[in-house]
C-alpha cells in the first residue's frame, strides 16, 4: 500500500530548522492496521502526512499502490489522494451542517447526484451506528458521535487506506474502545488499510497488527505488535510499555526483571513458585495487562537481591518455566 524511502521532512523559518522527520523507511501493507506510535514531538503526525503528500517530504519518496507520489502531475496526485482519507483529532466537522450533511459534503464535491449522495451518506450513517443522528449538528453531538461522523465522512469515497491522526486522543476510555472495535470491523468487513497515529500503547496493543515506534523524528523500532510489546528493543518502546507505579519512582541502583506472561500461562503461580524453587524473596513493584490482538498478555515487573547468584537460579527457573523475562536497568516507574 504504502513504501516510504529514506523519507524526511525539515521545517525551515526565520528563526530556527526543525527535522521532524529524518531518514524514514517502512513498508504499510495492503489491509493492514499500521500502528505509528511515539512521545509527544516524535514526528508522528508529520510523517502521516507525507503518507498523503500533505506535507511534501524535503527527502526521499513516498510510493502509494507503487506509484511514486512525488512524480504525479497535480490532477493525477488529487486523484489519489481521493483514495486516501484521514480522521483527526479535533474531528474537523462542518459546524453548520448536520451529520448528514457533513458526510454529504465530499460527495456534494465529486459530483454525485442528490439522490445517490443522501442513499449512500445515511448508508453510512447507519454503519457507524448514527442512522437516528442524521439530523442534529455537532454541537449536539457528543465526542464520540462527532468522531463516528467523521469516519463516516472519511469512508464517503470509498477510500483505499484511512489515515487517523490521534483520533482517539480527545475521547474517553470506554468511547475509545468503542471507536477502535469501529475501525477494526471497517478493517475486516471493507478492507481499507488503516494507518494509526497515536501516543497510547493501548491504542496499539487493541487494534494494530503492526507497529512502528518514532522517537526525535526517526524509527526507533518496527515489528509486530506481540514482538514489540513482549521483547521491545528501544528505550522509547520500553517507556511506553512498563508499567508506571509512583511507589518506586525513587528507587535506585537496584535489579529488576520484567516477566510477560500470555493466556496461557497468566494462571499458573509463577511468582509463588519462584520464590519457593529459588529460596529467594522478590518484591512485585508493578503488574497490568493488555490485549494484543485477540489475546491477553500481562506483564509484571520484580525487584530482585542484588545477587549474582540468586539472579542466576531465578533466570534458570524462569527458562525452565517458559516464562519471557528480561532484566531492566534502572527501572523507576
Same mark, same amino acid.
Given at each position: 500500500m504504502f513504501r516510504l524511502e529514506n523519507v524526511s521532512k525539515t521545517f525551515i523559518n526565520a528563526d530556527n530548522t526543525t527535522e521532524a522527520v529524518r531518514h524514514v523507511t517502512l513498508e504499510i501493507k495492503d489491509g493492514e492496521i499500521f500502528g505509528i506510535i511515539g512521545l509527544s514531538g516524535a514526528g508522528k503526525s508529520t510523517l502521516v502526512r507525507c503518507l498523503n503528500f500533505l506535507e511534501r517530504p524535503t527527502e526521499g519518496k513516498v510510493y502509494f499502490q507503487g506509484e511514486d507520489l512525488s512524480a504525479m502531475e497535480p490532477a493525477k496526485l488529487r486523484e489519489a489522494r481521493k483514495k486516501m482519507s484521514m480522521i483527526f483529532q479535533d474531528f474537523n466537522l462542518l459546524e453548520q451542517r448536520t451529520a448528514l450533511g457533513n458526510v454529504l459534503y465530499p460527495l456534494e464535491i465529486s459530483g454525485y447526484s442528490k439522490k445517490d449522495a443522501a442513499e449512500k451518506a445515511r448508508k453510512l450513517l447507519a454503519r457507524v451506528g448514527l442512522e437516528d443522528k442524521e439530523n442534529s449538528y455537532p454541537s449536539q453531538l457528543s465526542g464520540g458521535q462527532k468522531q463516528r461522523v467523521a469516519i463516516a465522512r472519511a469512508l464517503a469515497l470509498d477510500p483505499e487506506a484511512l489515515l487517523c491522526d490521534e483520533a482517539t486522543s480527545a475521547l474517553d476510555p470506554t468511547t475509545t474502545e468503542q471507536i477502535l472495535q469501529l475501525l477494526k470491523e471497517i478493517n475486516e468487513e471493507l478492507g481499507? %488499510? /488503516?494507518?494509526?497515529?497515536?501516543?497510547?500503547? @493501548?491504542?496499539? %496493543? &487493541?487494534?494494530?497488527?503492526?507497529? =512502528?515506534?518514532? =522517537? *526525535?523524528?526517526e524509527i526507533a523500532e /518496527?515489528?509486530?505488535?506481540? #514482538?514489540?510489546?513482549?521483547? $521491545? !528493543?528501544? #528505550?522509547?518502546?520500553? !517507556?511506553?510499555?512498563? $508499567? !508506571?507505579? #509512583? =511507589?518506586? =519512582?525513587?528507587? #535506585? +541502583? @537496584?535489579?529488576?526483571?520484567?516477566?510477560?506472561? *500470555? +493466556? &496461557?500461562?497468566?494462571f499458573e503461580p509463577i511468582v509463588s513458585n519462584l520464590v519457593i524453587h529459588c529460596h529467594t524473596p522478590v518484591n512485585i513493584l508493578a503488574a497490568d495487562t493488555k490485549v494484543v490482538g485477540d489475546l491477553m498478555f500481562g506483564q509484571m515487573i520484580l525487584q530482585i537481591p542484588d545477587d549474582d547468584v540468586a539472579l542466576a537460579r531465578i533466570k534458570d527457573y524462569l527458562d525452565g518455566a517458559e516464562v519471557t523475562y528480561e532484566e531492566v536497568q534502572n527501572y523507576a516507574g
Amino acid at each position: 500500500m504504502f513504501r516510504l524511502e529514506n523519507v524526511s521532512k525539515t521545517f525551515i523559518n526565520a528563526d530556527n530548522t526543525t527535522e521532524a522527520v529524518r531518514h524514514v523507511t517502512l513498508e504499510i501493507k495492503d489491509g493492514e492496521i499500521f500502528g505509528i506510535i511515539g512521545l509527544s514531538g516524535a514526528g508522528k503526525s508529520t510523517l502521516v502526512r507525507c503518507l498523503n503528500f500533505l506535507e511534501r517530504p524535503t527527502e526521499g519518496k513516498v510510493y502509494f499502490q507503487g506509484e511514486d507520489l512525488s512524480a504525479m502531475e497535480p490532477a493525477k496526485l488529487r486523484e489519489a489522494r481521493k483514495k486516501m482519507s484521514m480522521i483527526f483529532q479535533d474531528f474537523n466537522l462542518l459546524e453548520q451542517r448536520t451529520a448528514l450533511g457533513n458526510v454529504l459534503y465530499p460527495l456534494e464535491i465529486s459530483g454525485y447526484s442528490k439522490k445517490d449522495a443522501a442513499e449512500k451518506a445515511r448508508k453510512l450513517l447507519a454503519r457507524v451506528g448514527l442512522e437516528d443522528k442524521e439530523n442534529s449538528y455537532p454541537s449536539q453531538l457528543s465526542g464520540g458521535q462527532k468522531q463516528r461522523v467523521a469516519i463516516a465522512r472519511a469512508l464517503a469515497l470509498d477510500p483505499e487506506a484511512l489515515l487517523c491522526d490521534e483520533a482517539t486522543s480527545a475521547l474517553d476510555p470506554t468511547t475509545t474502545e468503542q471507536i477502535l472495535q469501529l475501525l477494526k470491523e471497517i478493517n475486516e468487513e471493507l478492507g481499507v %488499510t /488503516i494507518v494509526i497515529i497515536t501516543h497510547a500503547m @493501548n491504542v496499539v %496493543t &487493541q487494534i494494530c497488527d503492526r507497529v =512502528a515506534v518514532m =522517537a *526525535d523524528g526517526e524509527i526507533a523500532e /518496527i515489528g509486530d505488535v506481540k #514482538e514489540v510489546f513482549v521483547l $521491545p !528493543k528501544s #528505550e522509547v518502546a520500553r !517507556k511506553m510499555i512498563l $508499567p !508506571k507505579s #509512583e =511507589a518506586v =519512582a525513587h528507587l #535506585e +541502583g @537496584n535489579r529488576f526483571l520484567r516477566l510477560v506472561f *500470555d +493466556g &496461557q500461562d497468566a494462571f499458573e503461580p509463577i511468582v509463588s513458585n519462584l520464590v519457593i524453587h529459588c529460596h529467594t524473596p522478590v518484591n512485585i513493584l508493578a503488574a497490568d495487562t493488555k490485549v494484543v490482538g485477540d489475546l491477553m498478555f500481562g506483564q509484571m515487573i520484580l525487584q530482585i537481591p542484588d545477587d549474582d547468584v540468586a539472579l542466576a537460579r531465578i533466570k534458570d527457573y524462569l527458562d525452565g518455566a517458559e516464562v519471557t523475562y528480561e532484566e531492566v536497568q534502572n527501572y523507576a516507574g
